[in-house]
T-cell receptor, first 108, second 114 residues
Framework: SQQGEEDPQALSIQEGENATMNCSYKTSINNLQWYRQNSGRGLVHLILIRSNEREKHSGRLRVTLDTSKKSSSLLITASRAADTASYFC????????FGAGTRLTVKP | GAVVSQHPSWVICKSGTSVKIECRSLDFQATTMFWYRQFPKQSLMLMATSNEGSKATYEQGVEKDKFLINHASLTLSTLTVTSAHPEDSSFYIC??????????FGPGTRLTVL
């Protein structure tokens, strides 16, 4: 079964704008991960945030985690057309459970 | 990061035939492998978890007799879709991990059943 929901399901922005995606989960976690998937391709690991962390940065990516609200957000700054993909959050290190995903389209 | 490969990357088969998909960990020993299924524009759904040398644990609603999983070695797991039907057409993704370590995903296999 899926762990939670991503919000929004789809997002369309212009190049250079920031994109924010949210993820909610249902159970207690030790960590949460964000992945990117280009259409018809495998998953690319973006970032892992542990349950005792509130914010983490990696390049143009910023992830926040609010364990009290069971939610996380992924911010992509200064978006590029190449960022067009689906983005998923996932919980668990073992049998990983994925959210529904956000389809991001960045228009050049 | 570690590399996980899948073979084939895509396969087309006739209804009623069986298809085998291989998942290999190329530079590490995968004590556990996972199989996911993804329908178009949907998320990944965990199908089963397999530990080397033991029977796979299937998620609720996944038919173990239809989706045969073998994890005979620390670098190879196979998923066999038996008597495939058009509704089995999907993107199948495996992942692998060493004990307590990060999980690495394969590139996926696109199955189309005619």
């Amino acid at each position: 079964s899926q762990q939670g929901e991503e919000d929004p399901q789809a997002l369309s922005i212009q190049e250079g704008e920031n994109a924010t995606m949210n993820c909610s989960y249902k159970t207690s976690i030790n960590n949460l991960q964000w992945y990117r998937q280009n259409s018809g391709r495998g998953l690319v690991h973006l970032i892992l945030i542990r349950s005792n962390e509130r914010e983490k940065h990696s390049g143009r990516l910023r992830v926040t985690l609010d364990t009290s609200k069971k939610s996380s957000s992924l911010l992509i700054t200064a978006s590029r057309a190449a960022d067009t993909a689906s983005y998923f959050c996932a919980t668990g290190l073992g049998d990983m459970r994925f959210g529904a995903g956000t389809r991001l389209t960045v228009k050049p | 990061g570690a590399v996980v490969s899948q073979h084939p990357s895509w396969v087309i088969c006739k209804s009623g035939t069986s298809v085998k998909i291989e998942c290999r960990s190329l530079d590490f020993q995968a004590t556990t492998m996972f199989w996911y299924r993804q329908f178009p524009k949907q998320s990944l759904m965990l199908m089963a978890t397999s530990n080397e040398g033991s029977k796979a644990t299937y998620e609720q609603g996944v038919e173990k007799d239809k989706f045969l999983i073998n994890h005979a070695s620390l670098t190879l797991s196979t998923l066999t879709v038996t008597s495939a039907h058009p509704e089995d057409s999907s993107f199948y993704i495996c992942s692998a991990r060493e004990t307590y370590n990060e999980q690495f995903f394969g590139p996926g296999t696109r199955l189309t059943v005619l």
